[in-house]
């Protein structure tokens, strides 16, 4: 059974239904590197970037689409991807930092925070299936520092 807040988002992982893929990472059951976490939301290296340091920015809660988010839950994920940006652009010196919301690959509201120099860094036939753990361990670390550095 799917329950409905008040705000009209599916809460996915209810009873009757299984939890996201983002919700067992952010839960501890999958791993997942972290750059930053916090009481509505956490953000964490995808494990498929478009660029190095390409991280997704999750709420807790399990709302499907974006458009169904509560219009403060929305506001602070893009706080938060904004923060990430500001990191990437310390980190990775891109000429921009992208953000696309497509939602498509996992049914769980996620914000794509992308370093780019070039409009097809954001096409996701591009993705990176071959990075390495150490290369998502170095990304993670520098981000990190980045982000204690910016507080």
């Known amino acids: 059974m799917e329950e409905t807040s008040t705000a009209g988002q599916r809460r996915l992982g209810s009873v009757g239904s299984m939890a996201t893929i983002f919700t067992r990472i952010i839960d501890g059951e999958l ?6 976490q916090d009481d509505r939301c956490a953000a964490f290296l995808t494990i498929e970037p478009l660029r ?23 506001a602070h994920l893009t706080t938060v991807a904004q923060t990430i940006g500001r990191a990437q652009i310390a980190v990775f010196e891109p000429s921009r930092i992208g953000v696309i919301i497509a939602g498509l690959e996992v049914p769980h509201l996620h914000i794509h925070v992308v370093p ?4 097809g860094d954001l096409n996701f036939a591009n993705v990176n299936r071959d990075v ?5 361990d170095d990304a993670q670390q520098r981000l990190v520092e980045a982000l204690e550095r910016l507080n």
């Open 31 to 36: 791993p997942g590197r972290f750059v930053l």
């Open 116 to 119: 780019i120099d070039q409009m």
């Open 52 to 74: 190095p340091g390409h991280t997704l920015v999750v709420p807790r809660e399990e709302v499907d689409h974006w458009t169904d988010a509560d219009p403060g839950l929305l």
């Open 132 to 136: 390495t753990g150490p290369e998502l």
